[in-house]
């Protein structure tokens, strides 16, 4: 049987929202799967909706380029703020990120590519980490291109230029003003960076999380007393506002808080006199799904003075 430590219980409580007591059943219930247990106390009434961004941050930087038709977003980790608030650390992460925009490399053969000062990628971040004395390593990469149109990129409150803890990219696809259309994919990249979209279109809703999420539903109506063909319906209503939170294009406009993202591209698409398709995006936020070891400081000081 899995151990059910203070730290599952405190992370649960922090994800749910529910008591201590209700989510050391919950995890006790469903042998320690912390998804499980979240869905365990939705279905009993017990949880807020599960916190989509609740998740530990690591240290470091995203790094955001975009130029033309294509861009990157790049994620840097170390592990402390002050070390990500370091000037070489900070050349490093731009200096790879602009590797990366010209190689368009995946993560594991970025590491491969040549850095301005003549080592690898590797090899550069290895001597880094040498002088530093900090542990850092480079984490995820995306690209995104398109054949005609526009890459914006956004890092919203930046730490310096080009450096933030939030990235995103917006693609558009389109023949029309490019000026107007690198306006609009600036106010699009915004609004990813402030909704957190999780698909494009509704067919790229990840479908584990929308059996999840029917499952959820599904027992939420019928244990208040529902028929199974009224909880039905009433799902059905639920999944479409759940695709109108986690879907970019079913989601309303952040910055008029009234139209959908499809129909902003469609009639920005007149205005520019060419139709636009929203071809990806990108959104990283620092540290997304890293657990970082809750130390305890008190104790830590204890045991060094051999308490």
């Avoid at 479908?207 to 028929?227: F, M, N």
Wanted: charged share 25%.
């Amino acid at each position: 049987m899995t151990e059910i430590s203070a730290t599952m219980v405190r992370d649960l409580r922090e994800r749910s929202g529910a008591g201590m007591m209700d989510c050391k059943k919950a995890l006790n219930e469903n042998g320690g799967d912390m998804d499980a247990a979240v869905d365990w106390l939705r279905k009993k009434g017990l949880a807020a909706a599960a916190k989509k961004s609740g998740r530990v941050a690591a240290e470091g930087l995203i790094v955001a380029l975009a130029e033309g038709t294509e861009g990157v977003v790049l994620e840097v980790n170390s592990e402390t703020d002050f070390v990500a608030r370091n000037d070489q650390f900070q050349n490093f992460a731009r200096s790879s990120g602009e590797v990366a925009m010209k190689s368009k490399s995946s993560i594991e053969d970025l590491k491969s590519e040549q850095h301005p000062s003549g080592k690898t990628i590797e090899e550069e971040l290895t001597t880094l980490i040498a002088t530093v004395g900090d542990n850092m390593n480079l984490r995820r990469v995306a690209h995104l291109q398109v054949d005609q149109g526009a890459v914006v990129s956004d890092l919203p409150s930046p730490v310096v230029p080009g450096l933030g803890k939030l990235g995103v990219l917006v693609a558009l696809e389109s023949a029309g003003d490019q000026t107007k259309l690198a306006a609009l994919g600036k106010q699009l990249a915004m609004h990813v960076a402030a909704a957190r979209p999780e698909a494009l279109t509704v067919a790229d809703v990840d479908p584990g999380a929308l059996v999840r999420e029917k499952s959820v539903l599904t027992e939420q109506a019928i244990a208040s007393g529902k028929t199974p063909e009224i909880a039905a319906k009433m799902v059905d209503g639920r999944i479409r506002k759940y695709y109108e939170e986690v879907v970019l294009l079913e989601q309303v406009f952040v910055i008029d808080g009234e139209t959908k993202i499809a129909k902003v591209i469609e009639t920005a698409s007149t205005d520019i006199g060419s139709p636009i398709t929203l071809a990806g995006f990108v959104r990283f936020g620092l540290g997304e799904g890293i657990e970082k070891e809750q130390g305890d400081f008190a104790a830590e000081v204890a045991a060094q003075a051999g308490l």
